[in-house]
Every structure is written in structure tokens, then in C-alpha cells.
């Protein structure tokens, strides 16, 4: 397969995962690296991915092109939206989607029982310097501020693994693996994780 992922832990039956079914969000801001993960992770467990910008109202696609920044109004539909694309999938769903108010994550876990949630954190410098690289993408780099003003982080909620969007991807992947091998999804780390593998 073209671009084969170099985790492939559900290939073996031994391992579990593709006999459960996961629902997973891979969040932050703009430039976090979110979907690029969320699409390799859809693979390694056999899923679908959603890519949550593709199903923003057509408002709020113009207001962004624009760099005028969406308000909760905007994201309520697109939210409601997300939660059932989600939550009507029978198998593995990882949906790849900013959620930055805890109020946002916690519309989504209202509608999708289980639902887990990547947390790739990057800082404002990085974010910029990779959104003012992208060709032809429709958010603006002007809006990365707004939204670093507006993410309240999800670190120490239940069910969220928190990553470096700075470290490499196949190690991102590795460690999302690793983690949904643990009861609830909690309780590791990723120097801990380096530590069971040794």
C-alpha cells in the first residue's frame, strides 16, 4: 500500500484493536498536524476518517477565508453535525477537528459514548510557520492567534492523550497505539510509554 503506516497493530490479531470499536477525536489549533494523524490513524485501526473542516457551514467557510474568526454560534451546527457523523458510524470513527473549548469536547462526548481525544499541542510560533507554508488552504495564518486565545486545553480530563505536535508522526502513532491498549485510555504518558518499550 502506497504510504503504508509503520504501525499496523491491528494486522495482528493478538493485539486486539481492530475487534474493538474506537471513536476518536485528534484535536488542535490550526497547524498541529491533526488531520495528517487522524487519516494515519483511521488506517492502522481499519476505520474511517472524517475530516472535521469539510463539514463547517458554508458561512463560516466564507467568514474564515475572510480571516474573520468563528464564534460559538458558528461552531454549535458544525459540532452537532460532527457528533453524528461520529456517533452513526457501527465501526472505528477518528475524526480529526479543532475542539477547543471544553464545552466543545464535551457536546461531542454527549452524543458519542467512549469518545477519546488526541490532544496535539504546538506553540503559537510553530503553528504560524506551518499555516503560512500551506498552498491554496482556505484558514488564513492571521487566525492562528484567535485560536490559541480561544483553546482551553483538555490536559487532565478523562480520556485524552496529550502529544508534542513537534515530535515525529510514526512516534505519534506508536503512542495513540500503545495508549488505547490501556483500560479507559488513561494513565500514560509519553516518557512512560519510551520506558515500556525498553
Same mark, same amino acid.
Given at each position: 500500500?502506497?504510504?503504508a503506516i509503520p504501525w499496523i497493530a491491528c494486522r495482528d490479531n493478538t493485539a486486539g484493536f481492530c475487534n474493538v470499536t474506537h471513536k476518536i477525536v485528534?484535536?488542535?489549533?490550526?497547524?498541529?498536524?491533526?488531520?495528517?494523524?487522524?487519516?494515519?490513524?483511521?488506517?492502522?485501526?481499519?476505520?474511517?476518517?472524517?475530516?472535521?473542516?469539510?463539514?463547517?457551514?458554508?458561512?463560516?467557510?466564507?467568514?474564515?477565508?475572510?480571516?474573520? /474568526? &468563528?464564534?460559538?454560534?458558528? #461552531? +454549535?451546527?458544525?459540532?452537532? @453535525?460532527? *457528533?453524528? !457523523?461520529?456517533?452513526?458510524?457501527?465501526?472505528?470513527?477518528?475524526?480529526?477537528?479543532? /475542539? &477547543?473549548?471544553?464545552?466543545? #469536547? +464535551?457536546?461531542?462526548?454527549? @452524543?458519542? *459514548?467512549? !469518545?477519546?481525544?488526541?490532544?496535539?499541542?504546538?506553540?503559537?510560533?510553530?503553528?504560524? /510557520?506551518?499555516?503560512?507554508?500551506?498552498?491554496?488552504?482556505?484558514?488564513?495564518?492571521?487566525?492562528?492567534?484567535?485560536?490559541?486565545a480561544t483553546l482551553e486545553s483538555p490536559v487532565g480530563e478523562d480520556g485524552v492523550l496529550h502529544l508534542s505536535a513537534l515530535q515525529d508522526n510514526a512516534?505519534?502513532?506508536?503512542?495513540?497505539?500503545?495508549?488505547?491498549?490501556?483500560?479507559?485510555?488513561?494513565?500514560?504518558?509519553?516518557?512512560?510509554?519510551?520506558?515500556?518499550?525498553?
Open positions: 500500500m502506497a504510504g485528534v484535536m488542535g489549533v490550526s497547524g498541529s498536524g491533526k488531520s495528517t494523524l487522524a487519516r494515519e490513524l483511521a488506517v492502522a485501526l481499519e476505520g474511517v476518517f472524517i475530516e472535521g473542516d469539510e463539514h463547517h457551514l458554508a458561512e463560516s467557510r466564507d467568514k474564515m477565508c475572510r480571516g474573520i /474568526a &468563528l464564534c460559538d454560534s458558528d #461552531r +454549535e451546527p458544525w459540532l452537532d @453535525r460532527l *457528533a453524528e !457523523l461520529v456517533d452513526e458510524m457501527h465501526g472505528t470513527a477518528v475524526l480529526s477537528c479543532s /475542539a &477547543l473549548k471544553r464545552r466543545y #469536547r +464535551e457536546c461531542l462526548r454527549a @452524543r458519542v *459514548a467512549g !469518545l477519546r481525544f488526541v490532544f496535539l499541542d504546538i506553540t503559537l510560533a510553530e503553528a504560524v /510557520a506551518r499555516v503560512s507554508g500551506r498552498l491554496h488552504h482556505e484558514f488564513p495564518a492571521t487566525l492562528v492567534a484567535d485560536q490559541f512516534c505519534s502513532l506508536r503512542e495513540v497505539m500503545q495508549w488505547l491498549g490501556t483500560p479507559n485510555g488513561t494513565g500514560w504518558k509519553p516518557d512512560e510509554l519510551e520506558s515500556k518499550r525498553s
